[in-house]
């Protein structure tokens, strides 16, 4: 493990917790593989500070900095190990946890130590003077072996509300004892961010040390509570990546760092990283196995797709009207959304998008807005489906549909059997560069069973078709009158190991919806791999 310079500037520190605090939410469990991955990424892009774990309290986060040591040449960052002060009573020399902080090899040790009075004498079960010792040896004796210490104050707010005077003392023990930065948790995430300016400024003038905040979202405000806390003078802020964390969460890092850096004017990532935050966003959320958030500020792919139609109008003339930053400075890009709200810009925009030109022909415009608010009318959705859109809007350019088989008939048959198990079968006709094509397969449910038959069938003369792989299916009963037989629309998610794309059918019963999916998904997978339509 190499060790780094830090952030760009010293003087303002970018400190990530995802994998330690982050792990905490419910349903991340990371493997240490995970944890390196998740590191490299982090490292990647450019924070100062990674606190991998607390070393000694289990063997995964033992092994995790053992490996680390040996696997990642660190380019940006520093590895920060999590531990307690000293237990009370005890030297700090003598104390095996403090002994493992120093044992993982970390450069950057954080400290937790109690802020709240009460906390201190109810969990520590010690007296508030021996906090302070446990604090100020603890330190001083990391500090001796030459690691540089952090120490997050634990319900610092809480303690400060309930006992300003002893929460103040533990902020000057800890930097009088040689710590660098000194953190105010809000542990219980209740604050908000005038609370936090306010205390944050007063704890700066009174003690003079250097500091820091971690918030948690309980209240929504981690972010701004993060960002009230720099506007009193903070330099350094606690983050997590997609905000994961404990109950509900902690201080996402990405808006956090871009608006101080879009924001603020603060330098706080390496030169051109900020244009790699989607990415790392999302690759962060698949290892942890949790589905990106879509409407995530800066990161999500709703952070800047447009649905109404007078904000596509003005949007034509100039994005930044309805735009707070250029996406591509976050690695993200601007969406259209073409709905039944949809007017002429949109579909302009749009068909810019899909690299369709439409020639500033305002009748063909025209007709492609009639048809998509007649469709969404009777159920369809195209901003959630914009394989369908494109077919759509190609028909009406080149006046035909785009067709590369014909359908002469599909029955799908689900049969219960005595012993309670289910057998699915599927039977398609089908028309394919003049052939006749009667295919037959048996499937996991009648819309596998259609799925396979269609490949059976067409894979022989369209190859390109075994690379597809249908991801996503979801359903979708709409309004009605007519109980069981409302109309049902079905959203197909289909790859082909470079892009993904969704597509949509409507109609009276699931099947016979999900069969217009599955054509149109076919469709689209054979226009992208650029095979020419024979019907």
């Given at each position: 493990?190499?060790?780094?310079?830090?952030?760009?500037?010293?003087?303002?520190?970018?400190?990530?917790?995802?994998?330690r605090d982050g792990a905490q939410r419910e349903g991340?469990?990371?493997?240490?593989a995970d944890k390196l991955t998740i590191a490299r990424h982090l490292d990647d892009f450019g924070v100062g500070f990674i606190e991998g774990g607390w070393p000694g309290a289990n063997p995964r986060d033992t092994e995790f900095f053992a490996r680390a040591k040996q696997e990642i040449e660190f380019k940006h960052a520093q590895l920060v190990a999590f531990g307690a002060t000293r237990r009370a009573h005890v030297k700090a020399a003598d104390d095996p946890q403090v002994k493992a902080l120093l044992d993982s090899g970390a450069p950057v040790v954080t400290l937790v130590a109690k802020s709240h009075d009460r906390h201190v004498e109810l969990a520590l079960r010690t007296t508030l003077d021996e906090n302070l010792a446990m604090i100020a040896d603890t330190v001083s004796y990391l500090r001796e072996q030459g690691r540089r210490v952090f120490v997050d104050c634990e319900h610092f707010f809480d303690g400060y509300r309930a006992n300003p005077t002893y929460a103040k003392s533990v902020v000057r023990t800890a930097s009088e004892a040689g710590a660098d930065v000194v953190i105010l948790c809000d542990t219980n995430g209740g604050m908000l961010p005038a609370q936090v300016q306010a205390v944050v400024a007063t704890v700066l003038a009174d003690t003079g040390a250097r500091l820091g905040i971690h918030a948690q979202d309980d209240t929504g405000c981690a972010v701004a509570n993060t960002l009230a806390a720099v506007d009193a003078?903070?330099?350094?802020?606690?983050c997590t990546a997609n905000g994961y964390g404990e109950r509900v969460g902690n201080a996402n890092l990405f808006p956090v760092v871009a608006a101080l850096q879009l924001k603020y004017g603060k330098q706080v990532l390496p030169e051109g990283a900020l244009a790699e935050m989607t990415r790392i966003?999302?690759?962060i959320a698949e290892v942890v196995n949790l589905i990106p958030s879509t409407h995530q500020p800066y990161v999500g792919v709703s952070a800047f797709a447009h649905k109404a139609g007078l904000h596509a109008s003005a949007i034509k003339v100039d994005p930044d009207l309805y735009q707070h930053i250029?996406?591509?400075?976050?690695?993200?890009?601007?969406?259209?959304?073409?709905s039944d709200m949809a007017g002429r810009a949109s579909v302009e925009l749009k068909g810019k998008e899909l690299g369709v030109d439409l020639g500033g022909d305002r009748e063909l415009v025209g007709r492609v807005v009639q048809r998509v608010k007649e469709r969404e009318l009777k159920g369809y959705s195209y901003e959630a489906a914009d394989a369908s859109f494109e077919l759509l809007l190609r028909e009406e350019v080149e006046g035909r549909p785009r067709r590369y088989f014909r359908t002469?008939?599909?029955?799908?048959?689900?049969?219960?059997r005595p012993d309670g198990t289910h057998a699915n079968e599927a039977t398609v006709k089908l028309w394919a560069k003049g052939e006749r094509i009667v295919s037959t397969a048996e499937g996991n449910g009648p819309v596998n069973a259609l799925d396979m038959a269609?490949?059976?069938?067409?894979?022989r003369f369209y190859?390109?078709?075994?690379?597809?792989?249908?991801v996503d299916y979801k359903v979708r009963i709409l309004e009605g009158t007519h109980g069981t037989s409302s109309t049902t629309r079905v959203l197909i998610s289909t790859s082909d190991g470079t892009g993904e794309w969704s597509t949509v059918g409507v109609a009276e019963n699931v099947i016979a919806a999900s069969w217009q999916a599955l054509e149109d998904a076919y469709t689209y997978g054979l226009l992208r791999a650029g095979v020419e339509p024979t019907e």
């Open positions: 493990m190499t060790v780094s310079t830090g952030n760009p500037d010293d003087s303002f520190h970018v400190f990530d917790t995802t994998l991340i469990n990371l493997t240490v003078g903070a330099t350094h802020v606690q966003s999302h690759a250029d996406p591509e400075l976050v690695g993200n890009t601007m969406r259209m959304l073409v002469e008939s599909w029955r799908a048959i689900t049969e219960d269609m490949r059976v069938g067409l894979e190859p390109e078709l075994s690379k597809l792989e249908l």
